[in-house]
């Protein structure tokens, strides 16, 4: 088990890790992939900055706490997506929804539940000796 899930993380690590680098370096066009449209230099590098590194940082924890077999680094990804998935729950509340907006949602939740998953099943700290 340990082992699948150390597979299925990195798999998700590098996904991410993708995206962030295909924001570096086509933000404009992935933006429309994520319905985004930047307006002007200022829009762009929003995208290019903002994505990138949530991407980046996602996968790169997801990467460094599997292979390094610490879960405390899984944390991370799991309340940058679990933030994200919370977010886009409340736009569905308040503005409704559009085609296409339940997968999104669905790899949110999917990347918060692995990360969960391999936090406990890695070894890890106790969020209380995090948290003092």
């Avoid at 997968?103 to 998953?117: D, K, R, S, T, Y």
């Amino acid at each position: 088990m340990r082992i699948i899930l150390t597979a299925v993380l990195f798999l998700a690590g590098l996904f991410n890790l993708f995206l962030g680098v295909s924001f570096l370096i086509d933000p404009a066009r992935l933006g429309a992939a994520f319905n985004l449209s930047p307006v002007g230099p200022g829009g762009l590098a929003v995208l290019r900055a903002d994505l990138t590194a949530f991407f980046l940082v996602a996968g790169g924890c997801q990467l460094w706490g599997g292979w390094r077999r610490n879960g405390d680094l899984l944390l991370v990804p799991a309340l940058l997506f679990g933030i994200a998935f919370t977010g886009r729950a409340i736009s569905a509340a308040l503005d409704g929804t559009a085609p296409g907006f339940a997968m999104p949602m669905a790899l949110e939740a999917a990347q918060v539940i692995l990360a969960v998953a391999a936090w406990r099943v890695l070894p890890h700290h106790k969020i209380s000796e995090i948290a003092n």
